[in-house]
């Protein structure tokens, strides 16, 4: 089993800055993909960013103004958020999946204000 639990997430106004940070515990070996995901209300959730074996990749729509980041000390995923717009508006999630099994967290509110 693994559990993931996210944070860092608020109100913040356009153009301002937020660090997610997505805690993983459990078994986590073999986890070598982590991936932060978004879904706005109304809307399907959508890819933000990912870190496979160490590679990032990012939605062209996060391109440039957000990292995803990796602690393994700490077992914990960051996601920093730069530049941000109130497009960005939606609920985080982080997911990792080991052996082909899917986990996800609770999710972390970010809200942008024009």
């Known amino acids: 089993q693994v559990q993931l639990v996210e944070s860092g997430g608020g109100l913040v106004q356009a153009g301002g800055s937020l660090r997610l940070a997505c805690v993983v515990s459990?078994?986590?070996?073999?986890?070598?993909?982590i991936g932060w995901y978004r879904q706005a209300q109304g809307k399907q959730r959508e890819l933000v960013a990912t870190l496979n074996s160490g590679t990032p990749n990012y939605a062209d729509t996060v391109k440039g103004r957000f990292t995803i980041s990796r602690d393994g000390a700490k077992n914990t995923v960051y996601l920093q958020m730069n530049s941000l717009k109130p497009e960005d508006t939606a609920v985080y999630y982080c997911n990792v999946r080991p052996y082909g099994v899917h986990y996800w967290g609770q999710g972390t509110q970010v809200t942008v204000s024009s």
């Open positions: 459990g078994y986590t070996f073999g986890i070598n993909y």
